[in-house]
Each structure stands twice: as structure tokens, then as C-alpha cells.
């Protein structure tokens, strides 16, 4: 991969890229660290980053923190991420929509409006909810002098949040357009990897919190490093896993255009073995911090009722360290992955085009057989995938119980997800750059 970039900076034109790239970056960075006008937020930031499962520990580790501190670039990319998810779904379940993706680039583009349109108005409603949540903390200034101000407030803060949404969709854009591409994932790179300065100061910290564990025989010495080695093998693990696939082998038959006989050559469908990504991941764990983020609402307002159900040991089935918590992430990672690469894959497409490339499946009969086949493969692929994600996603909270049962409980907050983006944004963005390397050195017939 640094060879690549090394490769990448000496061609003028990449190096004039990744300038851009960069200074784009460091704008999102520098916005992430500006607070917007009337919040006073406490100097710990509005969450614990290392306490627990709710949807805004979600939000602040998909925004660099910046959730965390209510900046302008607080929501970040997550309304962009969440319009793309939704459009994508509404393009099976809508006829317009599904028309539109097979018109090519005419197509594309028109979804890619309507995705800006939808994010705006999800970046309006999420910095609304933002705001009620910060007014009910009394994090928001001048609360109680009067009605106008209180509404002159809200409507800035709401707007700003909306328009630093905007603005970051439109920075990805940019890097799609001038930069090396990939835009909103490299945004979302730089604000996962940005927390890593963080995670390790907490993870090497010297508190006296720790010094009980390193009193208790140097355990905490031990695992520290060994988190650190965990890691590295956890990377190893995605970048094999993200690369391995499944290989269909297919057959064109001769056939004769004019004069010109095309085919006769041997082929095959690569199929990933981890072809959802890291999709199964974030939808089961944003439906399980759904109990978490109710409970940090009216965890004040609840009381145990004899002979009804207990509502704290409710929601303490939803913390990381419960096996509940443990088998329901599981089962819901299997689940969505067969439900989103059922949205990618459809079987029946794959063989028709199969076979009006005159081609086959060597063994296998054309039409219905074939379809049969290929679902067949890929539902097997699907179920080994998600087994492999699921051992990324499981790490965290195994390795919290384990070190609990050692007296050192460590909480990693810096979890399966952000490696997977993190090493996924990476690969994706080297063979993007060696992509255009490739074109650059190409020469043609006139050469």
C-alpha cells in the first residue's frame, strides 16, 4: 500500500490529487473541531466514548468525536450514509427508481440527486433531534430569557448542523471530482482514524483505575500490548477476508459476427466471500443500541415494579458484556447479510445474461439449473461470510468478558466496525490509485 502512494506521488498529476485530497481532509478535520454557536458543552464531551452500546456512541465514533462536542460537522457523513442505505432499498421496493438505476450514467445521476435531496432532509431532522437532546441536558446557552432568543438559538443551531451536513457531502463530492475518489469513505476514514491518538492514551493511561489493575499481579501491563497485537492480527484477518472469492468458472461457445468468430474462451464470476461488507455490522448493531439510547432517556424515570417486569435488567441485556447481547449480534449479522446480498445478487439475472452471452456453467444446464446453482453457491458463500464478520464483530465483546473474569475489564471502543471501514476505505482506495496508475502508463497503438 506505501509503495503505491510512493508510485502514486511521483506522477504529477496523482500528486496534484492527493494535495487535494489531503487539504480537503484537513478542512473536515479543522470543522470537526469548531463548535457551533450557543452549545456549551462540558469539557469530557456530551458522552462517554468507552461507555456502553447507545446509538451515540454509534454517532460519535462514526464522526471522529465530533458528535461528541457539538461542532458544525457534528452529524458528519452519517445523513449522507443513511439516505444512501435508503435509496438503495426504495430501488427494489419503487419502479421509478429501479428504472433509473438501469439507465446507466443518465441514471446514476439523477439517484445521486435525489440521494443530496434526502440527505438534507435527514440532516434536518437528526440536528433537530440533536438539539432537543442538548436542550434537554441544559447544554444549550441562554435557556429561560426569552421566547424569541430560545427560538432564534434552536433555529441556529439546527441550520448549522444542516449546512455542515451539506457542506460534507459536498467535500466528498469534491474528492470524487478532483480528488482520488471515494470521497465520502475517505471522510469517513479520517474520522475513525482520527480517534486512534485517543484509544491509545486510554489504552497505555496510568490513572489510578489502572494502577489497581497493574497492582493486581501486572495484567494490565500484559494486555495492553496485547490489544495492540490483536489488531494488527485483526487487520491481516479483513484484508484476507475482503479478498478472498469464490470463482464460478463459465464457457462462451463460438459464434460468428460478419466475418469476425467472437468467443470460445473460458471465464468465471468472482463472487466475494464477504460481498455485504460491513453493512450486516452497522444495521445490527444500529438496531441494537436502539434499547441503550431509550434507556439513556428515561433511565431517571424508571422503577422496579413488584411483580412486573424489572426494566433495568431489561436493558442490561443490552450491554456488550451480556450473552444476550452476544447471540442477538450474531443472529443479526447472519440475517442481514443474506438480506443485503440478496438486494446485490439475483441469480436468475446472472444466469439469463449467462446465457445470452451464449455461455454455461460447465456440467450445468442453461436457464433454471444454472440460476439454481449460482443461489446455491451464493447462499453458502453468504452463510461462510458472515460467520468471518462475525468474528471481527464478536472480538470486542468477548475481550471485554475476558478481561473482566481477569479483574482488568478493558472496554474497546475502537471495535470491529471502524477496523473493517478502516482497512476496507484503505484497499478500496489503493487499487483505485493503481487503477489510474495503470492508465497513465498505457500506451497506445501510436506509441
Request: hydrophobic share 50%.
Amino acid at each position: 500500500m506505501f509503495q503505491t502512494l510512493v508510485n502514486a506521488w511521483k506522477i504529477p498529476d496523482l500528486r496534484k490529487k492527493l494535495i487535494f485530497t489531503a487539504i480537503i481532509i484537513l478542512i473536515y478535520r479543522v470543522g470537526s473541531n469548531i463548535p457551533v454557536p450557543f452549545i456549551d458543552m462540558p469539557a469530557t464531551g456530551l458522552i462517554d466514548p468507552a461507555g456502553g452500546t447507545t446509538f451515540l456512541n454509534y454517532l460519535s465514533m462514526m464522526t471522529g468525536d465530533a458528535f461528541n462536542y457539538g461542532t458544525i460537522f457534528a452529524l458528519s457523513i452519517t445523513p449522507y450514509i443513511n439516505s444512501s442505505i435508503i435509496i438503495q432499498l426504495l430501488t427494489v421496493a419503487i419502479p421509478y427508481l429501479e428504472r433509473l438505476s438501469k439507465e446507466g450514467e443518465e441514471g446514476r445521476k439523477k439517484i445521486a440527486k435525489i440521494t443530496r435531496y434526502v440527505t438534507i432532509a435527514l440532516g434536518f431532522l437528526q440536528s433537530t433531534a440533536y438539539f432537543i437532546y442538548l436542550n434537554a441536558k441544559d447544554y444549550v446557552l441562554y435557556q429561560g430569557t426569552s421566547k424569541a432568543i430560545e427560538v432564534f438559538q434552536a433555529l441556529v443551531i439546527i441550520f448549522v448542523l444542516s449546512a455542515g451536513t451539506a457542506l460534507v457531502m459536498w467535500l466528498g463530492e469534491q474528492i470524487n471530482d478532483k480528488g482520488i475518489g471515494n470521497g465520502i469513505s475517505i471522510i469517513l476514514f479520517a474520522g475513525i482514524i482520527s480517534r486512534i491518538p485517543t484509544e491509545a492514551s486510554m489504552l497505555f493511561s496510568t490513572n489510578p483505575q489502572v494502577g489497581s489493575y497493574i497492582s493486581r499481579g501486572g495484567i494490565y501491563y500484559f494486555l495492553a500490548p496485547f490489544v495492540v497485537v490483536c489488531y494488527i492480527l485483526m487487520i491481516a484477518y479483513i484484508v484476507w477476508m475482503d479478498n478472498a472469492e469464490r470463482k464460478i468458472p463459465v464457457q462462451y461457445a463460438k459464434r460468428v459476427v460478419g466475418r469476425k468468430m467472437y468467443g470460445g474462451q473460458s471465464t468465471h464470476i468472482p463472487i466475494k466471500v464477504n460481498m455485504s461488507g460491513v453493512m450486516p455490522i452497522i444495521f445490527a448493531s444500529s438496531i441494537l443500541s436502539l434499547p441503550p439510547t431509550i434507556n439513556l432517556f428515561v433511565a431517571d424515570k424508571i422503577k422496579s415494579v413488584e411483580g412486573k417486569l424489572d426494566w433495568g435488567d431489561f436493558f442490561s441485556w443490552f450491554e456488550p458484556t451480556s450473552v444476550v447481547y452476544g447471540v442477538l449480534y450474531f443472529l443479526m449479522i447472519i440475517f442481514f447479510a443474506y438480506f443485503y446480498a440478496a438486494i446485490q445478487y439475483n441469480p436468475v439475472e446472472m444466469a439469463n445474461n449467462i446465457r445470452k452471452n451464449s455461455g454455461m456453467i460447465p456440467g450445468i444446464r442453461p436457464g433454471k439449473p444454472t440460476s439454481d446453482y449460482i443461489g446455491k453457491i451464493i447462499s453458502r458463500i453468504i452463510l461462510l461470510g458472515a460467520l468471518l464478520l462475525s468474528v471481527v464483530a464478536l472480538f470486542p465483546t468477548v475481550f471485554t468478558q475476558v478481561t473482566t473474569l481477569l479483574n482488568a475489564p478493558m472496554n474497546i471502543t475502537l471495535g470491529g466496525t471502524s477496523i473493517i471501514i478502516m482497512v476496507g476505505v484503505a484497499l478500496e482506495t489503493v487499487k483505485q490509485l493503481e487503477s489510474q496508475m495503470m492508465l497513465r502508463h498505457y500506451k497506445g497503438f501510436l506509441d
